[in-house]
């Protein structure tokens, strides 16, 4: 489709421009990277993927009550999305210990966490994503006390929703990562919901669907994360009005 201007190009999307203020182009790349951009590669198809997942989690919450940027799909890569204000957080809900929290305190793997935790990190590539806690966050002016709440409700609200959604897939919701960001005064979820970010394991087998396939070197990314639209394609058709 014809885009305007390159706003901002991320790791695995780019920011573009509309002919509205107010709305922006959302494009999934191919691309994936790792470990602080450390490990980088191509994925022919991811974009595909993680642009369907996002679609359908987006409008999935927008109808059990909860505020996004999604606006509508415009091809198989792209979607139009409101221009938000973001907040450089990235909110992290943990149900199982998994990644990060692993390496950092005596949990298990997969030691299961109830009731969830949320932790959030400053999003600061420079700075390595450092963990950020309640009284910095309102000490940097990023969000007031008041938001701080309404950020944590809205996190566990989409945690169930999602945990909810996967049970019935047959997969355990592990892990995921969210963005925020401010329109007129309301703070709305951004950003995506994808296979890149969160952590997804089969129930029967804990074998990952998710971007761990490529962090470890775990097998085939794209057949995983094939197989996770395909489950959200069954379940779409099984859920027809
Ligand atoms: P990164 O910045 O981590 O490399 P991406 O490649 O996913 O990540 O780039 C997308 C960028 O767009 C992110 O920085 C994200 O915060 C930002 N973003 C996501 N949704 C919106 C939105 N609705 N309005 C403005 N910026 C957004
Ligand atoms: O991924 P890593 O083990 O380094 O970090 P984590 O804190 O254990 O990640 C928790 C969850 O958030 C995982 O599902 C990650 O994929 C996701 N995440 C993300 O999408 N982007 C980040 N910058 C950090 C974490």
Known sequence: MQTGELLYKGKAKSIYRTDKDDELLAVFRDDITAFNGEKKDEF???????????????????????????????????????KLNMIPLEVIARNRAAGSVVKMFPFEEGQILDPPVVVTDYKDDERGDPSINDDLIVALGLLTPEELADVREKTLTINRLLSDFFEGLGLILVDFKIEFGRKDGMILLGDEISMDSMRLWDMSTMESFDKDVYRFDKGDLMSAYARVVEKINQWKDSHME
């Open 44 to 82: 022919a198809g991811k974009g595909e993927y993680n642009f369907a997942a996002s679609a359908f989690f987006f409008d999935f919450l927008e109808k059990n009550g909860v505020k996004t940027h999604y606006l509508r799909a415009v091809d198989e890569r792209s979607m139009i999305v409101s």
